[in-house]
Every structure is written in C-alpha cells, then in structure tokens.
C-alpha cells in the first residue's frame, strides 16, 4: 500500500458519527440547493478528499464558479473570488471569477489545476486554495499540440506519477488545421523553483524542459496512420504498471481498421505510445463484435472512459466506457472489462492479454517461497481480442438503463453514474461486481445494481476509495450530496420526508422494534427479481421483511410508477396496517399501505423471529417466517397463498382473510431458504426439507418434515446455503457439502453424504455465507459465483474470511463444484489460505467487491462494532484488517451487549442498511 493512501487510511481509522445523506450548502438559500449557477465540471482529490466543481457558465461576480468541499465540511468554499495572487502578483484579477470553468484536476494528493473556458490551452496550478483570502495562482504558457501549433484547448488532463509533479495532457488539431482531427498527448511538471511553484512543459521526444510543447501524436489506425477523431478524448495513469492509457472516439473514414486505445510508457524519460492489439487480434470484425477495434468504412468504436482494475486476486484489466459498433448513444450505455498484460517484456505492458488464458502465479525464490505476484503474460495475437458478448468482459451483464456520465472502480467492483432515466429504471449510481473463478481470472459480472440509495438521473460524481461514500451532483446540475452513515432524518430517503423524520423508516424501525424487545433480529431484501412477485412490467414490487421479538413488518420498498421502477422514499407510515391478532384483518386499500405491522396470532408462539422466505410452488407463493420456538407461513383458507402470478406493486395479491400459522412443529431456526417448492429449515442441530402446497401448509403441525442431516453431540449448525442441486452447511466443525452426485431436493439424510471442504488455517467453526451471484439471490449461486465463507471463534477472538468459486452446476454435483480462491501465501502446491484475517471476532461479512463491511455484536462488555474495509490489495497478503477501514458509530442508544445483525443493501434505493437492537443505521 503506498505511503500517501495508508496515510489516508490510517486518518479514516476514527469513528464516524454523522447524519446519513448529506447535502453541501454554498451561495443558495433554497432548500436541497447547493449553488445558485449550475455545476459543469468536477473532480475529486482521492489523497485530500477534497470535492472541487467549476460552474457550467459565465454569471458575473460569481464567487463559487469554483469552489471546493470535503468530507469533513457540510459547506463548499469558494475559490473564485475577484483579486488573487496570480503569478507572484497581488491583487491581480481572477481569471475564474464569474467565469466558466472546463476542467479541472490536480497534481496528484495536491495542487489543484484548472482549466477555464476563455483561454482553454492555459492550464492554471493553485499553490494555495483552501483559504479564499489567500488564494495563489500559476499560470502555464499556451499549450502546443503535437505539431508545435498552438492547440484549441486542453482537451483532457489526468494526474501524473505519484513520484513528481506532473500531469498529462490531451490536445486537439481540428479539421481547419489539418485534414484528419487528431490528439496529441503529452505530459508538463509543476516543479518548485526558487521555493516557488512553477510550470515547465516537458518534451516528450528529448525529455527537456522548455517554454513550447511537443506533444506525441496519437495513431489511432490499426495499420499505425491516424484516424479522425472526434474529440472525446480519456486518460488514465495505472501507477503499478506505470502505463498511460489514451482512449479515443473515432468514426472510420477509411476501409481499414480503428483502434480506440493506446498506450503510454515512458522509456529513458521519453514518453512513447504502443498499440493496444495489434491489427491481427481483431480479425475481420467489421460488425462490432469485439471492443476496442473494428474494420470497415463508416464504422465506429470509442473509449469514452477508461479505468484499470487492480482485482483483489491481483489481476489487472483496463476498464471501458463505449465499444465498437455503437451508435454514440449506445457507447455512452456499455462497459466492459480486457484483461491487460501485467507481465514481460515493456513493450507489452499494459497491452492486451489473450482471452480465455489463466494467469500466471509468481513466487519469490528462497523459502518461504512466498507469492509475489499473479499476472497475465500472453498478448492478444490473431483473432484472441474477446468478443464484448463473452460473460468475463461485459460488465453489469448488459448496458445501463440510461447514458452514463461517469465510471469509477474500486477493487473488485465498478461504479456507474447515469445521467438519464431508462425505459423502466430511473437513472442514478449502479453498480457491478467481478466474479472470480478459482484461479482469480474475472468469469463473469453481477447484474447492475443500484447503489448509493437516490433514485435519480446523476449528472456526475465519484465514489471515494477509502469510505466507499459517493459524491452526486444531481441531473439540475445545482444539488450536491454525498451519502454518510447515520441514522439520518428529514432527508426525503429513508429517514422521513424534509419536514418530518417521523413518517421514515428508520423511525418506523425503530418504533415496531424497541430496544427493550432487543430491537430488530432480522432485515431482508427481497428485490422484484424474486420468483415469488409479478415480473410483469407495471407490476412490479421489492419488498422490505423486518422481524423481532413476535413481530413481522412487511414494507414496500418499491414499486412500478407508470411502468417505472421506483424506489419507496419519505413517508412510510402514512396509511400502514397494524394487526395484533397474526392476520392481515383490514387489509382493504392495498395501494396506500406502505408497511404492514403483524403480531400476536401464531407469531406469539415463535417468539423472537429471526429469519424470512418466500416459497413458490407453481400455484401460490408463501412468506415464511421462523425463529426460536418455531415457524409460521402467511396464508388464507385451507393454506393457500398469494396466486403463482406473484405479489404485485401495492402489495396486490394479499388479502385480509391471510394470517401466519404455525408450519411443522421445530424450534430453535437458525435459517429458512426457500427454492422452488422446498423449504429448507436449518436449527442448530438439524437439516430439514419440506415440500409446500396447499394442503401441507394447512396441516400445520401435521405437515411432512425429511430430516437431511443431524449435527453430533458436541456439533452444532450456523449458515445453511441451497442452490439448485447443491448444498453448503456451516458447521461449528467447518464447512460441509452435499455429496457427489447429489441433489439436496431429492436426499434424505442417508444418501445427501455431506463432505468436509478444506479450509487451510482454519480456527475450526464456520458461522456465515456471503454468496456473489449474478442475480443478487443466493440461490442463484449455482450459476456460476463467488462464496464468501466467515471462520471464527468467539473464545479466540478471530475470524478469517475465506473465499470459493462455485463452478456452474450443470448436471451434477462434484467434487470439483465448490473451489477455493487462489489466495495463497507461499508456494505450496494446491494448497490455499484464507483471504484476510480480523484478529477480532466478526458475525457477518458481506462485499460489493469495493468494500467489505463487517459487523460484530457487544460482547464480554465491549460495543458492538459496524467497520467499512477497502479491499485494497488483500489477497495473498497477511494483515489485520482490524486495523483498516472506518467505523462506523452506534446511534446514541446502542449499549454494551447490542446486536448487530447482516448488513444489507436496498436492492430497490441502492442504500446500505445495518439492522441490530438499535433498529436500523444507514448509509445513503
């Protein structure tokens, strides 16, 4: 981890106690309105964690047409006010008061550089900002394009290197120049001089400094000429492999080929570029099947974004905005992933790796052997580029429901800001995370997900790497936010409307759910894939099930408005149905009831309520609920449930004449899993199977139960995962699977054979599942996903996080079905270790892939603890991820002894929510 981001994280290691969904204020008076001009740029400074916006037009005496904020501030600070210091002269006049700003970036962990709209080939570096009353300006000279003419502007500037003070830039020659617009790229230091900053171009043909600029043209052709571009130009410096990629957005005007991606490496000083591919890896693709290079008259490919993705299994691959045969705005919906050659020869560092291969695992030479590194090494030769079509490079599955404005990635995971709504989707910030097979290679993406809890168009934004908070500037271009932990209110999300935080969820949580009943003891999110709801269009629903002590809340979290999919905000009380009988009794106006609050009955007798389902067998669906003393199923006369077409928007399909009853007759449920027709109940000595219908769920305590596996005397069960014909069971003795051959649907307890998987280093009791599945539902994890396995002992106080990919379970189960992730230590063979160690007990871990969050109970007088961790280099590495990361605070009547239960995220809002005794605390 390098020096100025442990810095960074070390200062994150504090406790946060702020409100969740913070918005700046800066020169309006309006309410969730943060400037009175309108944002047209924006940059975030990952090292300060400094958030800068530059105004999108010329407003006389305007102060904020550029300004700047943090995390630790609720108020921009501007930066635009009328007398500065420019170039050693006091008093001089702001070149950016009032004025349009048109980009804006920084030398890297510092110094500001902006760019503004007048003199766009003047870059500005601001040696000091943070105070408006002392606020000192560089000017640069007039940047040059590659032919020594001076440019038309700036067209794109990116950080340097860490180890100077540089940054890169992109210049454009138009077609009044020369007949082919073109880019030239190259690179100019801010270096102090005398004490003093200062601007020197560096030229990156002889490596000297000097007044003019001799920018490296870019040929963007697959024969090596240039190729018109159209003047959407992206840079990215990948600092570990020290490349700087360029992408491009060019429509072929020739029969030949196009190439949407250079790169830049610096060679004795010089900056040089490589082609991405050669011309041969892309075969004949004239119909766009590939993602970087097409041939033919008239055909058009773009990078319109690049990001590299440094993997937690320590691959790398670059990350692309657009793709060949788009229509421009069909490149501005798509994003794929290319595995990058991270190993050999310098001419082929950075470039494109051959699809399909596995890495290469890399050790040192003398004992221990440790890993040192995990790369690909094999280039793309001839037809090897991957199709965008292959599972491993399109990322989210499939396009975005609206244009997007901005990428980012972190880790594992790649982040989406969509600045229009979609046909049945509003727009906002999605998200989709890598699956990796077991030899760290990317297979396959999650499905888009919304993330950040505000369902709206996002002009722009970014994500900070080190809290995994995001930062939005919303589609009015005048509002901005940024999602906090806390237990918000009045923030019109969950936490109320803007004139009251009682009508909001978090106040609803927490009223149903009282400390002195230990709060809530489980959260679910059923998102609107579900099988048991309505898939129609229209119809749609998520659905939020809170339980405790006696008690069951079903809330709509969201809905289908007009045919668009949209998340439930502000009041959540208004209009809700509270029955203290166990039944849905005056259940009659299903389209004004937010949240359904059902206890006594039935439920008085499972008591402390601790785990949902829901089961479809073709004929009806069931909510199902279960906890100490037992399991109760929602249902109507002779037990029927709501019809197979699935609950629907307004929580249609349940009916007033439903109450919950008692299934079975088994207490002490750990968990229930619904798949298909099955319920799978897990207490904390048994596995059991029971087939649902109509008429077993009427029978009640008749109904017939199969016993599939019971646990030893001095054996105890925690987690139970069904998927398809597979099962994983978390024992206090390990991890077990069903059988070879096996179909858990079909087993009884003579034949299911459950066998040991190996955890090397293991503390012995596994307590919790985390599956990464392409769908979000677990059960789906036979697909082809990641399993997230928390080891841990509560006298040793430690826990491990191991990690398995579950191949795809075609016909039948093997012995090669679950397999560990690579994330050894030394070389040793096959043998695997776990991927990261607490050295602290935890109860749950779950990740989107950019951040791990973790909780842990009070426990032994100490508070419970919530911690947000970085996956930043993890694997093959040994470390305390105790001491990583954020904490995140209690709410004020968290106590000693208080749980805390899974984290979830709304699948419907996108926002994290962690359940416990305290009700629930969010962040969004």
């Not at 590659?146 to 890169?168: C, M, Q, R, V, W």
């Not at 892309?282 to 590939?290: I, N, Q």
């Not at 649902?692 to 109904?703: F, N, R």
């Not at 059960?779 to 990919?805: I, M, Q």
Request: net charge negative.
């Amino acid at each position: 981890m390098n020096k100025l981001f442990q810095a960074m994280v070390c200062a994150l290691v504090c406790t946060l106690s702020v409100t969740a969904a913070l918005r700046y204020t800066a020169d309006s008076n309006v309410d969730d309105i943060t400037f009175v001009n309108t944002v047209g740029t924006t940059f975030f400074n990952q090292a300060s964690q400094e958030f800068l916006i530059g105004s999108s037009s010329v407003v006389g005496g305007n102060e904020y047409s550029l300004a700047f904020t943090s995390r630790f501030y609720s108020k921009f600070t501007k930066m635009a006010p009328e007398k500065v210091e420019l170039d050693g002269t006091s008093g001089a006049a702001n070149p950016f008061y009032g004025a349009k700003i048109h980009l804006i970036s920084s030398v890297r962990g510092s110094n500001p550089v902006v760019v503004g709209d007048t003199a766009k080939n003047v870059a500005y570096v601001f040696k000091s900002h943070t105070d408006p009353d002392n606020i000192k300006i560089v000017a640069s000279p007039a940047i040059k394009d590659h032919a020594g003419t001076a440019a038309d502007e700036i067209d794109a500037l990116y950080p340097g290197p860490s180890t100077t003070k540089s940054l890169f830039f992109a210049s454009m020659r138009d077609a009044a120049t020369t007949a082919i617009p073109s880019v030239g790229v190259g690179v100019f230091n801010v270096a102090p001089q005398e004490g003093e900053l200062a601007i020197a171009w560096a030229d990156t043909t002889t490596k000297d400094d000097f007044t003019g600029n001799n920018a490296t043209q870019i040929k963007s052709a697959l024969d090596g000429s240039a190729q018109a571009v159209s003047g959407a130009v992206a840079l990215h410096w990948d600092a570990g492999m020290s490349r700087l990629f360029v992408g491009l957005d060019i429509s072929n005007t020739v029969s030949g080929g196009a190439l949407s991606v250079m790169v830049g490496r610096f060679e004795g000083g010089i900056l040089t570029f490589e082609q991405f591919a050669p011309a041969t890896a892309f075969g004949s693709a004239t119909t766009g099947d590939k993602v970087v290079g097409i041939y033919g008259s008239g055909q058009k490919v773009a990078a319109l974004q690049l990001r590299t993705m440094y993997t937690s299994s320590q691959l790398r691959y670059l990350v692309v905005l657009g793709g060949a045969g788009n229509t421009d705005s069909a490149s501005k919906k798509s994003i794929y992933a290319l595995p990058l050659v991270s190993s050999g020869d310098a001419d082929k560092l950075g470039t494109l790796a051959k699809a399909g291969v596995d890495p290469t695992d890399a050790f040192y030479p003398d004992t221990p052997f440790a890993f040192k590194s995990r790369h690909f090494e094999t280039a793309a030769g001839a037809d090897e580029a991957p199709d965008k079509t292959d599972a491993a490079v399109q990322v989210g599955g499939g396009d975005l429901p609206g244009t997007v404005s901005r990428i980012d990635v972190v880790t594992d995971a790649v982040y989406a800001f969509v600045d229009a709504a979609g046909i049945s989707e509003l727009g906002g910030v999605f998200h989709s995370q890598a699956i990796l097979n077991a030899n760290g290679s990317i297979v396959s993406w999650t499905n888009w997900q919304r993330v950040q809890g505000r369902a709206k168009a996002i002009f722009t934004g970014n994500i900070d790497a080190a809290t995994g908070d995001f930062w939005t500037v919303d589609s009015s271009k005048t509002s901005v936010f940024s999602t906090r932990w806390g237990i918000s209110g009045q923030n019109g999300l969950l936490g109320g409307t803007s004139s009251s935080s009682k009508v909001g969820l978090v106040q609803l949580m927490s009223d149903t759910f009282p400390v002195k009943n230990a709060g809530v003891q489980g959260f679910f999110d059923l998102p609107k894939s579900n099988a048991g709801f309505s898939q129609t269009v229209g119809e749609r629903i998520s659905m939020f099930v809170a339980t405790g002590y006696k008690k069951v809340m079903l809330v709509e979290s969201g809905r289908d408005v007009a045919g668009v999919f949209t998340p439930r905000t502000g009041d959540f009380s208004t209009g809700e149905l509270t029955s203290t009988d166990g039944s849905l009794g005056g259940f009659d106006d299903v389209a004004t009831r937010p949240a359904l609050i059902i206890s006594g009955g039935d439920l008085d007798t499972v008591q402390a309520i601790n785990s949902v389902t829901i089961v479809d067998d073709g004929n009806y669906g069931w909510l199902c609920v279960g906890g100490y003393a037992g399991i109760a199923v929602l249902q109507g006369s002779a037990g029927v449930g709501w019809a197979t077409a699935g609950l629907k928007s307004g929580l249609v399909g349940l009916s007033d004449s439903m109450s919950f009853k008692l299934l079975g007759d088994l207490g002490k449920v750990r968990k229930l899993v619904g798949q298909g027709d099955k319920l799978y109940v897990l207490t904390n000595k048994n596995l059991y199977r029971i087939t649902l219908s109509a008429a077993q769920v009427a029978a009640g305590a008749s109904a017939t139960v199969v016993t599939l596996a019971t646990a030893d005397d001095d054996q105890r069960f925690s987690d139970i995962l069904i998927t398809d014909k597979l099962a994983l069971l978390a024992t206090s003795d390990g991890m077990l699977r069903s059988g070879d051959g096996v179909d858990v649907a079909t087993a009884t307890s003579a034949t299911i054979d459950f066998t040991d998987v190996t955890m090397n280093e293991s503390t012995g009791s596994v307590i919790r599942f985390h599956a990464v599945t392409d769908s979000g539902l677990e059960t789906d994890l036979y697909k082809g996903g990641d399993l997230y396995v928390t080891n841990a002992s509560v006298p040793g106080r430690s826990s491990r996080c191991y990690r398995f990919y579950v191949k795809i379970v075609s016909s039948a189960v093997s012995s090669t079905t679950v397999a560990p992730i690579k994330d050894y230590y030394v070389q040793n063979g096959t043998k695997t270790n776990y991927f990261l160690s607490f050295k602290d007990y935890r109860n749950f871990v779950v990740t989107d892939g950019g951040f791990l969050i973790n909780t842990r109970s009070g426990y032994n007088g100490t508070a419970a603890v919530v911690s947000v961790l970085p996956l930043i280099k993890l694997s093959n590495r040994r470390f305390s991820a105790t001491t990583y990361g954020i904490t995140v605070t209690m709410p004020s009547n968290s106590f000693y002894g208080q749980h805390v239960w899974r984290p979830v995220r709304s699948s419907a809002s996108g926002a994290w929510i962690v359940p416990g005794s305290f009700g629930i605390e969010l962040n969004e």
